[in-house]
């Protein structure tokens, strides 16, 4: 296991092109790539962020929710089509990066009309995930308080339905949730792709400014085996200069150390 910083956390400050140069300088191991808008859903854009990214390894790629990913799931064939279209190009940019995991929000929780069909949606994550898998990326349900994985137990029936499903924990969305991270962490177990830190001190902050125990984290994550990337994601807005984001990396990789996971 890694620690590692998305992206994410520079929206609106750095843009990727200028995210992951940063992150070669820094020397940080691995980062997740947030592809934000259609313009950075090419493959002509991933090839200049591959020129560009150094020796970063990109383990997975994320995008803005809503401008595609509930409408892989809509019953309108023609809506469908081009959601999928979207997705395709974005795994062929997440090939291209050598990404291997695809965080995935799905479904918005955000219409009075939705009614919840969990079998029904699992059905429908298993062709995304196969659809995934033909560029060599697994699709890795994230929880999110927003989305469709909002509380434990939701993770445990997709997996049932869709073998190769892979899930990101996210402390901040599961504290946002009202759920212990535990609870999902246990859920996700062995499929655990990749999991998203932040801390909090009154308000989201960077990891080592608040009160969120990362020994404790950290010691779970070994007990259960788990050697993926630990990845800094939090808002832009959360800190003042970009050096205290390396500040934190530090912080975390040092305590990934005391229990051999960096």
């Known amino acids: 296991m890694r620690v590692g910083i998305s992206t994410a956390s ?20 691995v980062a997740e790539v947030f592809l934000s808008s259609f313009c950075e859903y090419t493959p002509e854009f991933a090839r200049m962020l591959q020129a560009r990214k150094g020796a970063v390894n990109v383990y997975s790629v994320h995008t803005i929710n ?23 190009q974005v795994m062929e940019s997440a090939k291209l990066l050598g990404a ?19 079998p029904h949606v699992a059905e429908q994550t298993l062709e995304i995930s196969q659809f995934c898998k033909k560029y060599g990326v697994r699709l890795c349900y994230e ?9 434990p137990g939701i993770f445990k029936e997709l997996k049932a339905a ?28 062995s499929d655990l792709s990749h999991v998203h830190v932040s801390d909090f001190c009154g308000r989201g902050c960077l990891p080592g400014k608040g009160e969120f125990d990362f020994d ?4 779970r994550l070994a007990d259960v085996g788990f050697r993926g990337p630990v990845l800094i994601e939090n808002y832009a807005n959360e800190f003042d200069d970009i050096g205290e984001l390396f500040d934190s990396y530090a912080y975390l990789a040092e305590k990934a150390s005391r229990y051999g996971l960096d």
């Open 216 to 219: 404790e984290l950290f010691a």
């Open 162 to 189: 869709c073998p190769d499903l892979g899930g990101v924990l996210d402390i901040k969305q599961a504290r946002i949730s009202g759920y212990d991270y535990r609870e999902y962490l246990t859920e996700m177990g």
């Open 10 to 29: 520079l929206f609106m400050r750095k843009y990727n092109e200028d995210a992951l140069p940063l992150f070669d300088e820094w020397n940080i191991p």
């Open 100 to 118: 291997t995991a695809y965080t995935f929000h799905g479904i918005a929780r955000l219409k009075r009309t939705y009614r919840e069909d969990v």
């Open 143 to 151: 929880n999110v308080e927003w989305a469709f994985y909002n509380r």
């Open 66 to 88: 809503t401008q595609y990913e509930p409408q892989l799931y809509n019953a309108s064939p023609r809506v469908r089509d081009d959601a999928f279209g979207i997705l395709g």
